[in-house]
């Protein structure tokens, strides 16, 4: 019994730190001010680069904001 207990207690503290991966879409790799959630956002539409996918905090790291179509 106590090690049901504890076996659910762990996987309660492993899924409550599981931090799901999302990936967001810049127009080249560098330059660009504003990420998109959708590689097919209208905001990239006259991106002139490659368009480059980066992970959420990446493209925050780099001071890149949220597109205004996405909003």
Not at 13 to 30: E, H, L, R
Not at 52 to 71: H, I
Request: charged letters at 20%; glycine letters at 8%; proline letters at 3%.
């Amino acid at each position: 019994m106590m090690k049901n207990k504890i076996m659910f207690f762990l996987c309660f503290i492993v899924m409550a730190f599981n931090v799901t991966k999302v990936d967001v879409y810049i127009c080249g790799p560098s330059g660009a001010k504003k990420y998109h959630y959708s590689e097919t956002c209208r905001g990239l539409g006259n991106c002139k680069h490659e368009v480059v996918k980066k992970t959420l905090p990446e493209a925050q790291s780099l001071g890149l904001t949220l597109c205004g179509w996405e909003d």
